[in-house]
């Protein structure tokens, strides 16, 4: 039997901006328990919902202070028990967010940790003597920019955080404390989760000599070349071993699923790494779509590509979530975003994967604009205005139209923005036409072609910006054909060895059938093949 997961679509859920159920203008699980039928009724296999645990909310929940509690805000566990059992019900698997990097600097561990160097957590952490002249102990960078290292007075040494100074490092080569996060992942497997998101995978654990990581080699834009590449810090060969730990617990329960989250210019090696075989995690996605900057037919495919041995691996695909801008305003430039938005989602549910939606995207959603004085996160507020940060991407979900401030009261935690009111969810709910109805078509169409879910893919010869490809599996192929350029394009495919259906099974927007196929910017289409 084919596991639940390949080929699964899973939907993100933004604990803090998708539904508010007491008026606070935070979002709760209580409230993504009120809505898991609109998300059922979409058409996805599963949810993963970002980080709801006790936390100080410095990162918004990726600084955990108590693995095992439901932060206040967010509601209790019965909450989230309650979540998981609906969600059950309507047949939708629930994943959850595990952050094994780091914690918070308000945890119990990493308070005892700190006293001395003798206690029974001293080891739990990276900790390290500074240099003859005080300063770090070598140049290892932020995630979010400035050294990785902070000094502690009390204990006289400094510590590392590859994130914010208020998340430092866990030291994952210390068995007690992998022990410790297995035990973590054993109470929510226990609590009915059906699998993990584990976030940051490649800065589980570093090299424990700390040397200097290399300079950027001198290059245009770069005249110092003082900047450290991301060596020592991150993707260190034990890795491997930890999630092999992960793993073995993930398989004394049924049917659970365990996809590595991973950033940085080498996320698809260290993807590869961490999940080839049957004893490491199931898939990983990476930043490879979030970070790519403008959308090409030879990006994807290059992309795409590099998953050609699926004997051993199985890839993941996303274009949105809550670290990078909404993708309809990141490939935009001339297009419509509508119908840009459309051409998107066909483009993923035809990739041979486990795919993730994150919330809004159904609804076509542009990045929010959110101005200074209203931005959180951290990030954000540091590199103003220098890019459109984070937040962007977490205002709150439009459920309604403006007249009731999308559905979140009069002070929700962050704005919505103007732009969304007129592509709310109950707007789009009473509109055939609207793109949360075509991917509810969309979605229902990938399920009655199981090709899309299992089948090899095969590229196929094309013009530059044409994107073609056949899924096949033992009883069907089909032929998925995009034009992700600007202007129209005029190609007739040749595929050996079968015929080409005449008319398409799915097709997005306008073009002509005759000796050659004229596509307009952003068409595209999905024809039987007859072997």
């Known amino acids: 039997m084919t596991e639940w997961w390949r080929g699964a679509v899973i939907y993100q859920v933004y604990p803090r901006s998708f539904c508010d159920s007491n008026g606070d203008g935070i979002g709760d699980l209580a409230g993504i328990t009120s809505k898991l039928e609109y998300v059922a009724d979409l058409g996805v296999d599963a949810i993963w919902i970002s980080p709801f645990f006790k936390s100080p909310m410095k990162d918004f929940g990726y600084d955990v202070e108590d693995f095992c509690q439901v932060d206040p805000v967010f509601g209790d566990l019965d909450d989230f028990d309650a979540l998981v059992s609906q969600a059950h019900s309507l047949g939708l698997k629930v994943i959850i967010d595990q952050v094994y990097s780091h914690s918070s600097d308000q945890c119990e561990w990493f308070k005892q940790s700190r006293q001395s160097a003798e206690n029974d957590k001293a080891d739990w952490y990276t900790w390290a003597n500074a240099r003859a002249d005080g300063s770090p ?254 937040d962007g991407a977490r205002t709150p979900m439009p459920w309604l139209g403006r007249d009731k401030k999308g559905g979140w009261g009069d002070e929700s935690w962050m704005p919505v923005d103007e732009a969304h009111y007129k592509l709310n969810v109950d707007r789009q709910m009473k509109n055939t036409d609207s793109t949360m109805a075509f991917c509810r078509r969309l979605l229902k169409f990938r399920k009655d072609y199981p090709v899309l879910l299992d089948g090899s893919i095969e590229f196929i010869n094309s013009p530059q910006d044409i994107l073609a490809f056949v899924r096949s599996n033992d009883d069907e192929s089909v032929l998925c054909v995009f034009n992700l350029g600007k202007t129209q394009q005029q190609w007739t495919p040749e595929v050996d060895g079968t015929d080409i259906q005449h008319d398409p099974v799915f097709e997005i927007g306008d073009f002509r059938l005759s000796k050659s196929f004229l596509l307009p910017s952003l068409a595209g289409y999905i024809k039987q093949l007859v072997r």
């Open 137 to 390: 102990p070598n140049n290892w960078q932020s995630q979010f920019g400035g050294p990785a290292w902070t000094w502690d007075e009390t204990r006289q040494q400094y510590y590392l955080h590859n994130f914010l100074p208020e998340q430092p490092d866990l030291n994952l080569h210390n068995p007690e404390v992998r022990e410790k996060l297995l035990k973590v992942s054993r109470f929510w497997l226990d609590r009915g989760v059906d699998g993990f998101r584990l976030d940051a995978t490649n800065h589980f654990m570093h090299d424990p000599s700390l040397p200097d990581n290399p300079n950027l080699d001198l290059a245009p834009g770069n005249a110092t070349g003082e900047t450290p590449v991301v060596l020592y810090n991150a993707s260190h060969p034990d890795t491997v071993g930890f999630l092999r730990e992960v793993r073995a617990v993930l398989d004394q329960y049924p049917d659970r699923f365990s996809v590595a989250e991973v950033g940085g210019p080498n996320s698809l090696r260290d993807i590869r790494q961490f999940t080839q075989g049957s004893d490491l995690l199931h898939t990983g996605y990476s930043f490879v779509f979030l970070d790519l900057k403008e959308l090409s037919a030879k990006a994807v495919g290059e992309a795409v590509r590099y998953w050609d041995d699926y004997d051993t691996v199985w890839p993941s695909w996303t274009f949105n979530n809550h670290d990078s801008l909404r993708v309809v305003s990141r490939w935009g430039e001339e297009h419509d975003p509508a119908q840009l938005a459309r051409t998107l989602l066909v483009l993923l549910v035809t990739l041979r994967g486990t795919l993730f939606l994150y919330q809004g995207e159904e609804l076509g959603l542009p990045h929010a604009y959110v101005p200074f004085e209203n931005l959180q996160d951290p990030e954000a507020i540091a590199n103003w205005p220098d890019t459109m940060g984070r």
